[in-house]
């Protein structure tokens, strides 16, 4: 592994102010040119020699990437901090899924740089983020010269540091689901040290009717080359009564639904099982917490 | 595998800084890392780098009043910010900072490579929350890592200028 003091790497450098500014940029380098959202990842890469770009456009300078507002859901300017995420989520608590993956995200310092649209557009499975974005039914819009369009998170990423997004696309927006009061969420990870890469993280959000799951969405970060949801859990609690029995029944589906592998940070084995304990910890949060118990 | 390279003549770019309250006018390459910036061109060489990949919080410093992590910085990419590095704390008279003069009080240092950094972040912490509790100053400097000084004393040091 590269790591030097410098970066040995040259590159033109851009920061537009409009996005028409950026989507001409892009069509004009696309393949070798990459958007700077924040860096705390695409600097590190820069500086180990894995990307080698002749061009960065630097976005944090629109304004127009920069928001958070709540109509019809909650929709996110690709560049907006996540220190800013963090500090909405925390009034009303309404997306604790998400609010407790930014907690739980990397450092102080890291959260003051990235960005929401930094953090899934590496398409890593690991970003702490995606889980929770994937449990509100995320979709992205992506614009370039062509137009618009919008995807569902989950055909946007790909592979891993894969997505969708082609060399002239830009990330607009993230746009979740309302939560209204009968749903609850809740997001846990598993890391060696509360700054350090996920080895395993779980989201879920749940629809509440009594004993009754009306619907639910569980997802799963470093679990197989993407962040996937875990559509066949949710099959068998949706619609159904709750009780330990089926929690149970649910945990040990994702167990076998997931296709971990062996890294540095954990093995497979590990993975596989800790997925259940972890399901069963975020389902039984959410739940509570769509009855309306204290968040 | 990719490898710098010169692939023409990149142009240099004007960077315009506040620095611990002064101002500088640089001319700097696009791929100049904000630490470097701070340590080479400008000597302020208390800011420390320890791995260059954002995993120990050394190169700390405070952008437009949030810390941020000088070694994954671009320098361009602060042009019209103000910056504070460990060295801005002290007053004009060379008084150190009380966050400065706590750490030497419960001997918070012991090779003190970590220290700037961990000095900005319990800045930062006080600035904002001026009484925090050793739960909130352990979370705030969870990003900093020191590998003999030991926590504890770190956290003593902090929490002793808690108003």
Redesign the interface.
């Known amino acids: 592994m590269v ?11 851009f ?1 537009p102010e409009t996005i028409r500014e950026t989507l001409e940029l892009l069509r004009q380098y696309g393949s070798e040119a990459k958007i ?1 959202a924040g ?2 990842d695409l ?2 890469q820069l ?6 770009p ?1 061009y ?1 456009i ?1 976005i ?1 300078k629109i304004p127009e990437l920069n928001h958070i507002e709540e109509t019809g859901g909650l929709r996110i300017g690709s560049a907006t901090k996540l ?1 800013d995420i963090k500090e909405y989520c925390a009034k009303d608590r309404k997306y604790t899924a998400l609010y407790e993956a930014l907690c739980s995200l ?5 959260l ?2 990235g960005t929401i649209g930094g953090n899934i557009c590496n398409g890593s499975p690991a970003a702490d983020t995606a889980p929770p974005l994937l449990a509100f039914n995320g979709r992205v819009k992506l614009l370039s010269e062509r137009g618009e369009r919008v995807l569902d998170l989950t055909d946007f990423f790909k592979g891993v540091n894969n997505t969708a997004m082609a060399p002239d696309e830009m990330m607009i927006e993230i746009h979740l689901d309302p939560a209204p009061d009968d749903t609850g969420s809740a997001f846990t990870k598993i890391a060696r ?3 350090d890469i996920s080895k395993i993280t779980c989201a879920g959000v749940v629809e509440r009717h009594g004993d009754i799951c009306a619907s639910c969405r569980i997802s799963l970060g470093a679990v197989a080359p993407v962040p996937m949801r875990g559509k066949e859990t949710e099959k068998i609690l949706q619609g159904n009564r709750i009780d330990t029995f089926l929690v149970e029944k649910a945990g040990k589906k994702v167990a076998e639904e997931i296709n971990p592998i062996d890294d540095i940070r954990s093995t497979a084995e590990y993975r596989r099982n800790i997925a259940a304990t972890l399901f069963k910890d975020v389902f039984w949060k959410a739940w509570q917490r769509a009855g309306g118990e204290k968040r | ?7 023409k003549e ?2 240099k ?1 004007a960077l315009n800084v506040k620095v611990n309250g002064e101002k500088h006018e640089l001319l700097i ?5 904000l630490i ?1 910036v701070l340590r080479d061109e400008l000597a302020l060489t208390g800011t420390k ?1 320890g ?5 120990c ?1 050394g190169c ?1 410093v405070l952008v437009n009043g ?4 000088g070694c ?3 320098a ?2 602060v ?1 019209g910010a103000d910056i504070l590095t460990i060295e801005g704390l002290s007053k004009p008279d060379r008084s150190l900072d009380p966050v400065q003069e706590a750490f030497l009080d419960h001997s918070a240092i012991q090779c003190g490579f970590c220290t700037p950094g961990m000095v900005m ?1 319990g800045k ?1 912490l006080l600035n904002k929350n001026p009484a925090p509790s050793e739960q909130e100053i352990r979370e ?1 400097t ?3 890592i020191c590998r003999c000084t030991g926590y504890t004393s770190i956290v003593r040091a902090i929490k002793s200028c808690s108003k």
Do not use: W
């Open positions: 790591n030097t003091r410098i970066l040995t790497q040259e590159f033109d450098y920061v700077l860096g705390t600097i590190t500086k180990q020699e894995k990307i080698s002749d960065l630097n944090m220190c990397g450092k102080i310092q890291v003051n740089m040290v509360g700054a | 595998m990719a490898t710098g390279r010169r692939r990149v142009r770019q390459e696009p791929n100049a890392l470097n780098y791995c260059g990949i954002g995993q919080g700390t949030e810390p941020v992590l994954l910085t671009l361009v990419a042009d972040m930062d705030h969870r990003g900093n």
